[in-house]
């Protein structure tokens, strides 16, 4: 049996085994106790209480207004429906970047008040100090590495990064880093392929890509995007695996036609 397969909770070092044994771990979001319950009865290895409930939760264009009381809220509800997938929480924007003291308090506030398994945040270098301060309490931290939807504004774009020599030379040196601060895994998001493949090689903790091709340790997408519900986000890594806003669509205007033709509710679905 897999090694996955024979583990009752995931725990950091599942996910080391599983690199070690070249199994791929399957990662994907939840905002909410009934998704979160269903994904982990699925088998997903990872939940990732993401940041980006700031642009499928709540509406915003951007993931900086998330604020850490809005992630404490979604992880929270996601703990209730897990039994068996590590629980990760994104540390929002603000919460972790300028001061590794904050960073600590922050964390600590994600592990006590919504019983997630660890915290992940966005950088490298710039934020060793935090990621260091947050392991001293014994809280896991996962890297996050590439394109970083926390600074849009500094990128002013969503486009592939790391394609340039010196960008990508960085990133490799901040994967070692975070590896040698002790993070347990990095997530890449939107690189090229090829150094996704590289930067994979080059540490010995599981690399998660999104947007980063097939030569990593696992894969991780927006539960939205997966099912289709944001129809309209079309990048060229996303694999929708329904269609569920027009699937959606499709169940509500029956119903109000239902209703309107006094179909609904029809005999047997009154108490008498
Ligand atoms: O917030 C999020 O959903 C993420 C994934 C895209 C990795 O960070």
Known sequence: MSIAGKA???????????????EKITMLTAYDYSMAKIIDGAGIDV??????????????DTTVPITLEHMIYHAQCVVKGVNRALIVCDMPFGTYQGDSKQALSSAIRIMKESGAHAVKLEGGSEIVESIERI????????????????????????SVRAREDEEAKKLIEDAKLLEKAGCFSIVLEK?????????????????????AG???????????????????FNPRFLRRYLNLHDEITGAVDQYISDVRSEDFPNENERYS
């Open 191 to 211: 690189i090229p392929a090829d150094l996704a493949r590289r930067v994979t090689e080059a540490v010995n903790i599981p690399t998660i890509g999104i947007g």
């Open 8 to 22: 009752q909770k995931i725990t950091t070092n599942t996910l080391l085994s599983m690199k070690q044994a070249g």
């Open 214 to 232: 097939a030569d990593v340790d696992g894969q991780v997408l927006v539960i939205h995007d997966l099912l289709g519900i944001t129809h309209e």
């Open 47 to 60: 939940i990732l209480v993401g940041d980006s409930a700031s642009n499928v939760m709540a509406g915003n």
């Open 135 to 158: 392991l001293t309490a014994g809280i896991p931290v996962m890297g996050h590495l590439g394109l970083t939807p926390q600074s849009i504004y500094k990128f002013g774009t969503y």
